[in-house]
């Protein structure tokens, strides 16, 4: 099925203190409102009636409201804290453009949100975090502008979907930054709640590594999704690796290039086997005067490993 979509979009952006505060503590009001307007249409499929005829649409993409803050507990120790809630400014409801539930919006810290201590010997938080499919400024254009991209990038969708991306109940450490290094691990023990379709007893492991040097930036990311009595149709385990490397040569314009590795073992969908499938793709963005263009090229490769047809 061919699709065509034709946007403009407008975005808002605002940032300024909540309230007052003593010296030592600071807090912030922020969000994002994206709002646009499109012509999408839908054709080619097996059967015409199912086709989607021209249509115009009014939506949002990816609107947040936020707060964060830091309070100085001395000696150099800060407590941080952040609470972001998704919302849908076209409907006000939880409902997405076409319908369908929004699971980012909703609730309060229904987007990344925590609690912490951060210092010279880096930040630990607690709580709703990302795992995986975060690329930072390296591939932000479904992350904090049009929240729609290539998929593949983050592994969230697709046949060989990592099935990794905000998680609840994640304990994370980001390390200072040395040399323009630095990194976050994250763990999730999946103790209170069932995700990524796995019991109880599974864990996430994930680790980012990540660099800057001038014009050039690097990311690596490794993802491992474990359960150990996987419930019908899961995967006992997935792993996920990724590498990004970015070349900024202009500001607010740059390339990427950005390989992908799924490999899943599931005795459901493989007969037993670890099945594996690789991308590779293109991030590109580019700023003329007071616009930025944003254009994404993807190709995933054939699944290898089947066992079964």
């Not at 830091?70 to 150099?76: A, D, K, Q, R």
């Not at 609470?83 to 980012?104: F, W, Y």
Request: proline share 3%; glycine share 18%; net charge positive.
């Amino acid at each position: 099925m061919d699709k065509k979509v034709i946007a403009l979009a407008v975005a808002g952006a605002f940032a300024a203190p909540a309230f007052a505060q003593a010296p030592a503590s600071h807090v912030t009001l922020y969000g994002r409102l994206n709002l646009g307007i499109d012509q999408y249409k839908a054709s080619g499929s097996g059967n015409s009636a199912t086709d989607l005829k021209s249509r115009t649409r009014i939506f949002d993409s990816g609107s947040r409201l936020g707060v964060r803050g830091t309070e100085s507990l001395g000696s150099g120790l800060q407590a941080v804290f952040q609470i972001e809630s998704g919302l849908n400014a076209d409907t006000g409801s939880q409902a997405g453009q076409g319908g369908q539930t929004n699971a980012s919006s909703g609730f309060l810290a229904s987007r990344p949100s925590f609690v912490g201590l951060q210092g010279g010997f880096g930040r630990v938080t607690f709580g709703r975090q990302d795992i995986w499919w975060g690329n930072g400024t390296l591939s932000q254009t479904g992350a904090n502008f049009i929240n729609a991209e290539v998929p593949m990038f983050t592994g969230t969708q697709g046949r060989m979907g990592l099935g990794i991306s905000r998680q609840s109940n994640v304990l994370q450490y980001t390390s200072p930054t040395f040399a323009g290094l630095n990194f976050t691990g994250s763990y999730s023990p999946q103790g209170e709640a069932q995700q990524g379709g796995l019991n109880t007893n599974g864990r996430i492991l994930g680790f980012t590594g990540r660099g800057a040097w001038g014009p050039i930036g690097a990311q690596i990311d490794w993802a491992q999704l474990r359960g150990n009595t996987p419930a019908a149709g899961a995967a006992a385990k997935r792993d996920g690796l990724k590498g990004l490397i970015g070349f900024t040569y202009m500001p607010g314009s740059q390339i990427t290039l950005i390989g992908t590795q799924i490999k899943r073992n599931d005795t459901n969908f493989t007969g037993g086997g670890d099945v594996r499938q690789r991308m590779f793709g293109l991030n590109w963005e580019h700023t003329f005067g007071p616009v930025q263009v944003f254009a994404q090229y993807g190709r995933v490769g054939k699944a290898s490993g089947c066992t079964t047809s």
